[in-house]
């Protein structure tokens, strides 16, 4: 079964600073990546992803994402953080062309907090 | 997100105890699915549905038990609550080049 990891735990920054979250999966095969974001107290919103072509992808919020696919990674990144991005971060995984009922299925990441101080 | 609720927001339940975790949509999708959230562990799948009538289990299906009768509704059902059944449940719309989640029920067994 394909899984997802997310390095970094809890990630302290100030207002302006360059972010990058990780996120690794291990599926050999074509996958469709997904990063949600978690606002405290609120449900899980799209931040962006990727199917295919363009391998750097832009998101809502000034977000980014680069797949790799020789190194199976699919970080998150962001030039400039608000405090308003304070939130957990997902990164998710979906098996391309997986058959039967699977095909709707998501495999997520631990999660990642990012905390801003203004 | 207005298309997909969930009732009820908050529950607390002692170890043994049955409940049923409501989820109800109007955006007409066939896939639903239902998720637990724990520190540090992300969102599991529990189990989800493809259709009104077909159900499947997901990663920890164990404890859970959902059926589907209609488009809208996905219920989930605790039989014998435990206290590792304490989480956050979502239930999500859609398929996954876009998953819809509700605003979560935060479920603590005592």
């Known amino acids: 079964a394909q899984s997802v990891s997310q390095h970094n735990h809890h990630v302290i920054l100030s207002e302006a600073a360059s972010l990058e979250l990780g996120c690794n999966y291990s599926?050999?095969?074509?996958?469709?990546l997904f990063w949600y974001v978690q606002y405290p107290g609120q449900h899980l919103q799209l931040l962006l992803k990727?199917?295919?072509?363009?391998?750097l992808v832009k998101g809502i919020k000034g977000f980014e994402a680069e797949f790799i696919k020789s190194k199976f990674s699919f970080n998150l990144r962001k030039p400039s953080v608000q405090w308003s991005d304070t939130a957990e971060y997902f990164c998710a995984v979906n098996l391309a062309g997986a058959g039967g009922t699977s095909y709707g299925k998501l495999t997520f990441g631990q999660g990642t907090i990012l905390t801003v101080h203004p | 997100n207005a298309g997909v609720t969930q009732t009820p927001k908050f529950q607390v339940l002692k170890t043994g105890q049955s409940m049923t975790l409501q989820c109800a949509q109007d955006m007409n999708h066939e896939y639903m699915s239902w998720y637990r959230q724990d520190p540090g562990m992300g969102l599991r799948l529990i189990h989800y549905s493809v259709g009104a009538g077909i159900t499947d289990q997901g990663e920890v299906p164990n404890g859970y038990n959902v059926s589907r009768s209609t488009t809208e509704d996905f219920p989930l059902r605790l039989l014998s609550a435990a206290p590792s059944q304490t989480s956050v449940y979502f239930c999500?719309?859609?398929?996954?080049?876009?998953?819809?989640f509700g605003p979560g029920t935060r479920l603590t067994v005592l």
């Open positions: 599926y050999g095969g074509t996958v469709n």
């Open positions: 990727y199917f295919s072509g363009d391998p």
């Open positions: 999500a719309v859609g398929l996954y080049n876009e998953q819809f």
